[in-house]
């Protein structure tokens, strides 16, 4: 712009007056690479051609049209006045001054500055200590330190700057120099350092840029193994396996079958495999008929990040259910117990529940029964207890290899000095009891008898029912009297009722008497009452 707007001023200057002009009227910059041709313009505004014309350089005279340059010159003045370097060297950048004289005697002056520039080039840079996928992006490893390096070549100067673009940050300039090398390192390479790393060398003068692009990745694993779980499946005949290992880039591949887990074993220790993918879980779904106590099943991690043909793994060996606990409690009527059952042998965990009697029905907890888990311990508490919590209860553990019950038979007792002076008073009510059964029956039946009836047709129509009533603790009298017969259907029943207990240590027994009787029915039909 500058220079077709000087020319159009020199034109006009020309045209109008052809006066004397003997200023730099124009400037050219031009820049050469070192070889390259270059020409130099002087007065290029016009289509004379110039008589004579003279280039200066720092005041000394580099070429003139006056002296024809021998053959071979590297520098010469052409027809038109230009100054033609026929190869470019370092050292040929300067300040060109021209004179021409144009015909009609007037003079021109000129001036160029020519710049000699190369590069950059040989640009190049290297990454490591890295491993180089087949697409020519870098890995590095989480923790490893990673060194920089770039180099280029330019003539006169060059910048060199490192540059990264990552996912999360990015800056143009992570170092920069006018060196001919540039190199820096990251130590502790940390997920947020893969990028784009681009070496830039830039040449001031021609303002070349070459860049050089390095895709770096950095892989890593978590510390710990994977996790191996297991969980019920919707089928019941199956059981669903999940192997999960998260926290690794890339995603790993997963394998699941069956094998031990010592140390970390090369991949051909995973015998038959069941499953394998890339993903950070997988999950396995076995038949239950597949499974067999002792089996060990096995999930293998794979990870370029992993030492070459190493794995993590995790895994466990498959047991059936084993509850254990006394299998035979005895427990003080009216009060509490707890049965205990251990299941720690189990994998995967069973699923342990008490039952209650034969049929194993189901325990409902409430204020009879508690339900509480102590880690591997299952504890049922059965409260105010009864004879007719007597009996049999399963501790039934089930995994998907096996069920197994523990049983445990509860006896129920009184306490034996309260048994034994039930007994005696049972017993002391038969004897006086019978004797006046016995009387009774001598009087009312004393005309049968007369008539030659023995005592068996009596016996047969009448039942001698003994109600031991007692308010709180009628339960266990009632107990504590197995052999009684059935209430009789009929007539000649006979009603015991005990107000009192004989014994003091029976707080409860003291208020006995207040209780009202409530077997009313037993007293009808009429029947001996007999008090003691
Ligand atoms: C041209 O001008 C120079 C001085 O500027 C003078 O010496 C010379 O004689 C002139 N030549 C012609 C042909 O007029
Ligand atoms: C660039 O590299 C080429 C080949 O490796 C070499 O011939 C040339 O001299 C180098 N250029 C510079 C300026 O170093
Ligand atoms: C090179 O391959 C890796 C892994 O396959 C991929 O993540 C990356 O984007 C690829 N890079 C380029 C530049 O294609
Ligand atoms: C870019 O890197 C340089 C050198 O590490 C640092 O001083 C500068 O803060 C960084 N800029 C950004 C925007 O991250
Ligand atoms: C350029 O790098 C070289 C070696 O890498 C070093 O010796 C020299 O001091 C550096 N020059 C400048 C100006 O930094
Ligand atoms: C060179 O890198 C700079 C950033 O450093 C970027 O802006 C520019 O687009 C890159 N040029 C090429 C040709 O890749
Ligand atoms: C496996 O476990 C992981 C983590 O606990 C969970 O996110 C995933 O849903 C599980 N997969 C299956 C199929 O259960
Ligand atoms: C599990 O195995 C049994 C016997 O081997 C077979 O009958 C059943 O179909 C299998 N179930 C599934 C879901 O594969
Ligand atoms: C455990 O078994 C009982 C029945 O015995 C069942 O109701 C319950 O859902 C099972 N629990 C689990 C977690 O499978
Ligand atoms: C204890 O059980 C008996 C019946 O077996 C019941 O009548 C009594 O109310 C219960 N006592 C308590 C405190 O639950």
Not at 65 to 75: D, H, Y
Not at 222 to 227: I, S
Not at 498 to 519: L, W, Y
């Amino acid at each position: 712009m500058k220079i077709v707007a000087t020319a159009a001023i020199l034109h006009f200057c020309l045209c109008a007056t052809a006066a004397v002009s003997d200023s730099d009227s124009t400037e050219t910059a031009l820049v050469a690479a070192p070889g390259d041709v270059a020409a130099l313009p002087c007065y290029a505004v016009g289509n004379e051609t110039p008589i004579l014309t003279t280039w200066v350089k720092n005041g000394q005279e580099v070429a003139s049209s006056q002296t024809p340059a021998p053959a071979g010159q590297r520098v010469t003045v052409t027809n038109d006045g230009s100054l033609r370097i026929g190869r470019v060297a370092p050292g040929d950048e300067g300040t060109y001054r021209c004179s021409s004289t144009l015909p009609g005697n007037y003079t021109f002056h000129a001036r160029v500055s020519l710049r000699v520039s190369t590069g950059p080039e040989n640009v190049s840079t290297s990454v490591g200590p890295a491993t180089a996928l087949s697409n020519g992006t870098l890995v590095v490893l989480r923790g490893s330190s990673v060194s920089f390096h770039c180099s280029g070549s330019s003539y006169p100067s060059q910048r060199l700057t490192w540059a990264f673009s990552g996912a999360s940050s990015s800056n143009d300039s992570l170092t920069s120099t006018a060196n001919t090398t540039l190199d820096f390192r990251i130590e502790d390479v940390q997920p947020g350092a893969q990028g784009v790393y681009s070496c830039r060398a830039h040449n001031p003068v021609s303002g070349q840029a070459v860049n050089r692009s390095t895709q770096l990745l950095v892989y890593y694993v978590p510390d710990r193994r994977p996790d191996c779980a297991w969980a019920p499946a919707r089928d019941p005949s199956q059981v669903r396996f999940n192997c999960t290992w998260s926290g690794a880039y890339p995603t790993p591949t997963l394998l699941w079958g069956d094998g031990d887990d010592q140390g970390d074993p090369p991949a051909h220790r995973v015998g038959s495999g069941y499953a394998s993918d890339r993903g950070e879980s997988l999950s396995l779904m076995l038949n239950r008929s597949a499974l067999s106590d002792g089996q060990t099943l096995r999930c293998a991690a794979r990870h370029p990040a992993l030492a070459a043909g190493t794995e993590t793994s995790c895994s466990f060996t498959l047991k059936s259910p084993y509850p254990e606990g006394e299998p035979l409690v005895t427990a003080l009527a009216a009060t509490s117990v707890t049965l205990t059952c251990t299941e720690d042998v189990s994998l995967p965990p069973a699923n342990t529940t008490w039952k209650r009697g034969l049929q194993q029905e189901d325990i409902v907890p409430g204020s009879k029964y508690v339900l509480f888990n102590d880690g591997p311990a299952r504890r049922l508490t059965i409260h105010n207890i009864s004879k007719e919590d007597e009996g049999v209860y399963f501790c039934r553990s089930e995994n998907p290899l096996a069920v197994r019950e523990l049983e445990v038979y509860l006896t129920v007792k009184t306490s034996s000095a309260y048994t034994g002076v039930i007994l005696g008073v049972f017993i002391a009510a038969l004897i006086v009891g019978s004797a006046v059964i016995v009387a009774k029956t001598l009087h009312f039946n004393r005309h049968r008898m007369c008539l030659g009836n023995g005592f068996g047709q009596m016996e047969e129509d009448s039942g001698d029912v003994l109600s031991l009533v007692e308010s709180d603790d009628e339960q266990i009298f009632r107990d504590a009297v197995p052999q009684l017969p059935p209430i009789a259907n009929g007539h000649q029943t006979t009603l015991v009722q005990i107000h009192r207990i004989p014994s003091s240590d029976h707080e409860d027994a003291e208020t006995a008497d207040t209780s009202p009787q409530e077997d009313t029915a037993q007293t009808e039909p009429p029947g001996d009452l007999l008090t003691l």
